[in-house]
C-alpha cells in the first residue's frame, strides 16, 4: 500500500485500537439499498469501508440494505456485486438487512412490552404536523399512553395481508420534546404489501431504515458504521437503540464498548451531473439516457462502458479525500486521473476521427509494407503491433492547411512532416472539388526515411497519424459532453430535466481505424494517438465496429 496520511476516519479508528476496543478488531460494511446501480458516490464509500478494513486486516463484509420493498429487486443486488467486484475490492460476507427481520420484530415487540414503543393510528400528516420545531416542543399522540396489550395486539394485525397501508404505525416513545427531531417518538415500522425480493409475502410490516441499520450492524458485529454527514442527526437515536437492544440481550454494561461506532464523512459530489437515485433512475426510465450504464452516467456500470479504468476512479477517490464538510468535487479532476491512469495503460493505436485522402504520389500502386507500431512507449517492455502502410491513405481534415501559417507544422504544400512509424513526406498539393473542398492531398515520399532508417534522422517538427485507406475499418465514434449544462443541477431551482445538454452525446460514423482494432474488446484500453482515450463499446457487432470517447488526450474544458 502507499504511503498516505490517515484520513480522519482512521485516525479514530487507531483511537479505539489504542484503546483495546472490541479486542482490537475492525469490521466494517458497505450496505447498499439494492434500488438503483452504484454510482461514483458509493464508490467513495466502498472505498472508505474496504479500505479501513484492509488497512487494520480487519473485514469488510456487505449488507444489502432492502427494507423497504417497493423499489428493491435482485437485478440491482447482482449488479452491485459485479461492480464492487471491478472496482477491486472484496469483500467478507453478504449479509441482508431482510435476514434480521424475524430478530428486529421480536426487539419491536420486547420494546413494546417495556412501554418502549406503541401503536399509532394517526395518519402520515397528523404525526408529520406534531412534530414541532427544533426550537418547540411536539405533541404528544393521542395513541401515546395506549395500553401495552392494545399495542401488542395491533402490531400483530399490522403484518396481516389485512392491514391497510398508512392505518397505523409503531413508534418508539422517547421524547417529544428532544431538541433532536429524531428522537420525537420516531417511526419503526409501517405496512407495504409489496412483495419483498427475498422474503416474498411473508412480511406486511417492515422497519425504517433508523430501526434496521444500528441493529444489523449490532447483530453482525460491526465495529465501525461508516456513512455519510446526513446521518450525523441519526446517531444518538442509532446509540439508543443499541442501548436497548444491549438491555434485552442482558448486557449489564449498556455503555460497553461492544457497540459499532458510527463514524461519518462527506459525500461525493460532482459537477454537471446529479447522484440521486430518484433522477439516476429518471433519466433512465424515461429515456434521457440510454441505461444505467449509458456512457454518461456517473455509475461505476457507466464508467466502465465508458473506458474509466477502476484505478482511475480509485485514484480519483484519493486525491479528494475523507472530510467533514459537504463539497462539489470538480469532474474535471476526474478526467485527469482517467487520463494520468489511462496514460500508462492504454494501447496506442491510429484512427482518423475527421478522414480526408492523402495519395503518395511516388508509392507503387498496390504495394504494401508492414510496419512496427510501439503498443506504448510509456513502457519499456512494450509489445508491438503491425500497421499496413500502402500507397492511399487516410490523414486527419484538420491537419493540412494549403495556405498555413509559419507555426504550422503539420502538412501544407512545400513541407515535409513524418508519416508515425512509417516515412517522412513532403507535400506537394491538393485537389478540390467544384466548391473548393479539399478532396485530396498528395505528397511524395523519402524512400530512406523509416523509421530506423539513415534518412529519418533529419529534423521534421510535426508527425501524423494515417491509416491506409485499402487496410483500415469503418467505424463509428461516440463522442460524450456533459450531461447538465450546469455545474451544480441539484443546486438549480430550474427541475433538472431543463438543464440537460441537448449535445451531451455526438455521433461520428465516418471513422478509420486500423485493421488490428478488430480483435479489440471492451475492457481494452485504447489511445487513438493526439486524440484521446477510447474503448469498444459492447453495441459493437462483427461488421460495425463502435467505440467511446473515454476522454480527450487533454483538458479542453480548462480556460
Ligand atoms: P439515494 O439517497 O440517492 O437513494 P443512498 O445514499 O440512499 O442513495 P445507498 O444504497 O443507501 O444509497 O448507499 C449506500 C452507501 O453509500 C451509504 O452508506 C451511503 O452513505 C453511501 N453513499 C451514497 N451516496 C454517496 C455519495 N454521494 N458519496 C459518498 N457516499 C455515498
Ligand atoms: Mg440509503
Ligand atoms: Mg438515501
Keep these: 500500500e502507499e504511503k498516505r496520511s490517515l484520513s480522519f476516519v482512521e485516525q479514530l479508528v487507531e483511537e479505539d485500537l489504542a484503546k483495546g476496543k472490541n479486542g482490537g478488531r475492525i469490521q466494517t460494511r458497505f450496505p447498499p439499498e439494492p434500488n438503483g446501480y452504484l454510482h461514483i458516490g458509493?464508490?467513495?464509500?466502498?472505498?472508505?469501508?474496504?479500505?479501513?478494513?484492509?488497512?487494520?486486516?480487519?473485514?469488510?463484509?456487505?449488507?444489502?440494505?432492502?427494507?423497504?420493498?417497493?423499489?428493491?429487486?435482485?437485478?440491482?443486488?447482482?449488479?452491485?456485486?459485479?461492480?464492487?467486484?471491478?472496482?477491486?475490492?472484496?469483500?467478507?460476507?453478504?449479509?441482508?438487512?431482510?435476514?434480521?427481520?424475524?430478530?428486529?420484530?421480536?426487539?419491536?415487540?420486547?420494546?413494546?412490552?417495556?412501554?418502549?414503543?406503541?401503536?399509532?393510528?394517526?395518519?402520515?400528516?397528523?404525526?408529520?404536523?406534531?412534530?414541532?420545531?427544533?426550537?418547540?416542543?411536539?405533541?404528544?399522540?393521542?395513541?401515546?399512553?395506549?395500553?401495552?396489550?392494545?399495542?401488542?395486539?395491533?402490531?400483530?394485525?399490522?403484518?396481516?395481508?389485512e392491514a391497510v397501508e398508512g392505518s397505523m404505525v409503531l413508534r418508539a416513545k422517547l421524547d417529544m420534546a428532544n431538541p433532536n427531531m429524531h428522537f420525537r417518538d420516531p417511526i419503526m415500522y409501517r405496512i407495504i404489501h409489496i412483495p419483498h425480493h427475498r422474503t416474498g409475502t411473508k412480511w406486511n410490516a417492515y422497519p425504517m431504515y433508523d430501526f434496521a441499520h444500528g441493529q444489523s450492524d449490532y447483530f453482525e458485529g460491526v465495529t465501525h458504521s461508516i456513512c455519510t454527514l446526513e446521518f450525523v442527526p441519526h446517531r444518538?437515536?442509532?446509540?439508543?437503540?443499541?442501548?436497548?437492544?444491549?438491555?434485552?440481550?442482558?448486557?449489564?454494561?449498556?455503555?460497553?464498548?461492544?457497540?459499532?461506532?458510527?463514524?461519518?464523512?462527506?459525500?461525493?459530489?460532482?459537477?454537471?451531473?446529479?447522484?440521486?437515485?430518484?433522477?439516476?433512475?429518471?433519466?433512465?426510465?424515461?429515456?434521457?439516457?440510454?441505461?444505467?450504464?449509458?456512457?454518461?452516467?456517473?455509475?461505476?456500470?457507466?464508467?466502465?462502458?465508458?473506458?474509466?479504468?477502476?484505478?482511475?476512479?480509485?485514484?480519483?477517490?484519493?486525491?479528494?479525500?475523507?472530510?467533514?464538510?459537504?463539497?462539489?468535487?470538480?469532474?474535471?479532476?476526474?478526467?485527469?486521473?482517467?487520463?494520468?491512469?489511462?496514460?500508462?495503460?492504454?494501447?496506442?493505436?491510429?484512427?482518423?476521427?475527421?478522414?480526408?485522402?492523402?495519395?503518395?504520389?511516388?508509392?507503387?500502386?498496390?504495394?504494401?509494407?508492414?510496419?512496427?507500431?510501439?503498443?506504448?512507449?510509456?513502457?519499456?517492455?512494450?509489445?508491438?503491433?503491425?500497421?499496413?502502410?500502402?500507397?492511399?491513405?487516410?490523414?486527419?481534415?484538420?491537419?493540412?492547411?494549403?495556405?498555413?501559417?509559419?507555426?504550422?507544422?503539420?502538412?501544407?504544400?512545400?513541407?515535409?512532416?513524418?508519416?508515425?512509424?512509417?516515412?517522412?513526406?513532403?507535400?506537394?498539393?491538393?485537389?478540390?472539388?467544384?466548391?473548393?473542398?479539399?478532396?485530396?492531398?498528395?505528397?511524395?515520399?523519402?524512400a530512406n526515411s523509416k523509421s530506423g532508417m539513415e534518412g529519418a534522422n533529419r529534423k521534421v517538427k510535426g508527425t501524423l497519424h494515417w491509416v491506409s485507406a485499402d487496410h483500415c475499418l469503418k467505424a463509428e465514434v461516440r463522442e460524450y459532453d456533459r450531461l447538465f449544462n450546469v455545474e451544480n443541477p441539484s443546486a438549480d431551482e430550474r427541475d433538472f430535466l431543463e438543464l440537460l445538454n441537448p449535445e451531451s452525446l455526438k455521433i461520428n460514423n465516418e471513422v478509420y481505424v486500423e485493421k488490428y482494432l478488430a480483435e479489440k474488446k471492451p475492457g481494452d484500453y485504447l489511445q487513438f494517438q493526439r486524440i484521446g482515450y477510447f474503448m469498444l463499446d459492447p453495441d459493437t457487432t462483427s461488421d460495425h465496429l463502435i467505440f467511446n470517447k473515454t476522454v480527450g488526450l487533454k483538458d479542453t474544458w480548462a480556460k
Design 42 to 161: 458509493h464508490a467513495k464509500a466502498i472505498c472508505m469501508d474496504f479500505g479501513v478494513a484492509e488497512h487494520y486486516n480487519g473485514i469488510c463484509n456487505l449488507r444489502f440494505d432492502d427494507t423497504n420493498p417497493s423499489k428493491e429487486n435482485n437485478e440491482y443486488v447482482e449488479n452491485i456485486l459485479n461492480d464492487i467486484s471491478w472496482l477491486g475490492f472484496k469483500w467478507g460476507n453478504i449479509y441482508y438487512a431482510s435476514d434480521y427481520f424475524e430478530k428486529l420484530w421480536d426487539f419491536a415487540v420486547w420494546m413494546i412490552k417495556k412501554g418502549l414503543a406503541y401503536i399509532d393510528e394517526q395518519s402520515a400528516e397528523e404525526i408529520a404536523a406534531q412534530k414541532g420545531t427544533p426550537t418547540t416542543a411536539g405533541t404528544p399522540s393521542p395513541y401515546r399512553d395506549r395500553p401495552i396489550e392494545e399495542s401488542l395486539a395491533l402490531f400483530e394485525q399490522m403484518n396481516t395481508p
Design 236 to 446: 444518538p437515536l442509532y446509540d439508543k437503540f443499541v442501548d436497548f437492544l444491549k438491555e434485552m440481550d442482558g448486557s449489564d454494561t449498556p455503555l460497553d464498548d461492544n457497540r459499532p461506532r458510527q463514524i461519518e464523512f462527506n459525500r461525493l459530489n460532482l459537477t454537471y451531473t446529479v447522484m440521486s437515485k430518484r433522477k439516476l433512475h429518471q433519466l433512465v426510465d424515461e429515456h434521457f439516457v440510454n441505461g444505467w450504464d449509458d456512457p454518461r452516467m456517473p455509475t461505476i456500470c457507466g464508467m466502465r462502458r465508458r473506458g474509466y479504468s477502476p484505478e482511475s476512479v480509485r485514484g480519483f477517490i484519493d486525491a479528494i479525500g475523507y472530510t467533514k464538510f459537504d463539497a462539489l468535487n470538480d469532474v474535471a479532476l476526474l478526467e485527469a486521473s482517467v487520463r494520468e491512469d489511462l496514460n500508462k495503460r492504454a494501447t496506442r493505436v491510429s484512427a482518423v476521427v475527421n478522414p480526408v485522402k492523402l495519395v503518395i504520389t511516388n508509392y507503387p500502386e498496390g504495394q504494401t509494407e508492414e510496419m512496427e507500431a510501439i503498443d506504448n512507449p510509456e513502457d519499456e517492455n512494450s509489445a508491438k503491433h503491425t500497421i499496413t502502410f500502402s500507397k492511399n491513405l487516410w490523414i486527419e481534415r484538420d491537419d493540412f492547411m494549403e495556405d498555413a501559417p509559419k507555426k504550422f507544422f503539420r502538412m501544407a504544400p512545400g513541407k515535409e512532416v513524418r508519416l508515425k512509424n512509417a516515412y517522412i513526406v513532403m507535400c506537394t498539393g491538393c485537389t478540390k472539388d467544384a466548391e473548393g473542398n479539399i478532396i485530396e492531398i498528395q505528397a511524395e515520399y523519402d
